[in-house]
């Protein structure tokens, strides 16, 4: 066997790797404790490895081997303290590194191991050439002795302190990284201390002391639990880390040339890819050409609308899907600068926006619906409310129909009662007449009987015409006709009055079948009223025209006007303001033209005038 | 003389055609109820003119009327009526006259109808 060239050559290589483990941990957490303990611990088996790479060669002269010796010592002394608080801080028992009795006690021995061993080499009695190079002898000293002990509790109270954490831990990664270091450092305990402390102090000097190639093994364990069990990472990383697996949301980083680096599970899921099969490509793969209405079908879209500070905000994109499925995204990009102001790279995130599409197509939906059954509301309010203002008017009408007929009634009673006395009365009074022609004071006071029974006669038709009021003979006339027929009658007497009559006739008046001298009684009595209202003087206007289906007569005066509560009353048989007068005029108007099919209405406004309007329908009810 | 009856539920009116008509040198005849004057129309055929009153209880004049047409009775009729509504000019009746009556109008037209009779 040529340990000539494989032991130093093992113990250099362990060297190196030692060296870049501590480098390796020491990056993926500078700052952290447990990485700086953790490199520490490998600084000091680098430091050990080195020594052990000269003694371990039989061509090392023995001058240059104890000193080699007495490095690799430093290491070996050194390594359990180191290792101990590496472990301590691992399985986080606070108090114990709080304590600066716990940090005495291994660090302490340490220091005084070190300058006992340097100063007087109280470990080693003496080193003795074997066939793979030099080999020492332990000294049979209470120093060794010490030290075994030291290191040997160091080694046991760590076994066991993992033990109990990996039995405790309720994180599964905790739980995987101690039960790793546990078997790791079990296994290294146990072949180191064979090889180097047992087997020699037992003169049994069969084997190299390989207690530091054995290390090789622990520095695996923690290889391994670093990079499947995220030992030594920063938390927060790994924390982005579970973060990302677990974010709904697609997350990608893009090389600032577009290129994917890495992509989340997440995305993975949503477009039907493997990390691997995105990983090196064109970010454009998973931009779909279609459908995108920003714009951004490409990865020179993204990088064209990166602002100033080298973000994108949300911006609606549409994804495709390794089957060719389209999603909707909302998309955000964000760059990663380095110390230089440099971009590193772009993250990208993006939402899968389908069910909010689909939603808001459902809401541009219903609203639309929402906005025609508006319409169709607001159409059939409108309606209704017509529909609601016409029943009132039907109603008020019914009544007031209802209130005339009623009167009517009792009108057309009482005149047919009173008809036979005044009969009695006025032809006993012709009788007596007849008997007495020379009597001329009995004729006198007869006469008087006899005309106030003729009054009371015309007082009796007028009523019994408002009850009834009946169309009498119709035939086809021109109201413009009828209108200037009474206002002939009664002009000269408007005229001493200083009433004007203003004339706005529409020539396009069409023949209404009518009882021309009712209408002429209807005209008459709404022009005698309207003079009556300006004792002063004044005017009256009287318009002509088709409205619908109507033919509308306006009799507009300037006259004190009506009060409000009078208005309600105008139609009611009996009610007058004037002094003289029975109050049936505007009763019998109402009916007869009731009796054609048409309408009487006022409006007025004390001091503002008056306006009588008379609607005959174009067609009679004949 | 020309035999005239007078028809009217009211007492005192027919006391006054009656008083007036006589002294006009007419046969007046009275009756307050429609069915007796009924009875009197359809038994007696020396009647020159009926002066028949429209509104009255159980048999109108619109009843008598109709059962003198019915009958085939052409003795003429003059109705007294309080008004001359379209009910009223439906009637089949010869001649009307409104309540209060004018006599002289009254003793006008029972002239009139009864030279007409003859």
Redesign the interface.
Known sequence: MNFMVILPFLYFFAFLIYLYMAGYVISRNPRALLNQTCAATFISFAVWSFGMIFTQDVRTPWSLAETMYRIAAVGWISFSAFCLWFTVIFVEKRRLLKSKIFYFLIFAPVVLFLYKEWTSSVFMETYVMRYWGWSYVWGETVWTLLFVIYYSLCMLFELYILFDFKRKAKDSFKQKQAGILFNATLFTFVAASLTDVVLPWLGIYVIPNIGVLCVLVWATGMLYASHKYKLLITRAAIVADKVLSTITDSVILLLPGGDIVNVNKATCRLLGYREAELAGKRFDIVLSKEHSGSGVIGFPDVASRLDENGNLPNTEVTFAGKSGAKVPMLFSASSIYNRAGEIEGIVVVAKDISEIKKTELEMERLNKRLIADETSILRILKDLKKAHEDLQNSQEQLVESAKLASVGRLASDVAHEVNNPLMIISGRAQLSMMANPDDTALQSNLKIIQDQCERAKDIIQRLLMFASPGRGELKDVNVNDIIEFVIKIIEPHFSIKNITITRNYSKNLPSLKLDEKQMQDVFMNILKNAAEAMPGGGTITITTLVEGSDVRIDFTDTGVGIEAENLKKIFDPFFSTKEHGTGLGLSICYGILKAHGGRLKYSSAPKKGTTATVLLPVKSDD | MAKILVVDD?L??LS??E??LK?KGFDAVTTDSGEKALEMITQDESLDLIILDV?MPRVSGADILNAMKEKGIKTPVIILT??L??ETKRLVANDYL???????ELYNKVNEWVKKGT
């Not at chain 2, 409104?98 to 002289?104: I, Q």
Request: no cysteine; net charge negative; glycine share 10%.
């Open positions: 009211e005192e009116i006054l055609l008083t007036f002294a509104r309080g008004s509504g379209e409104m309540k209060p009556v004018d006599l002289k």
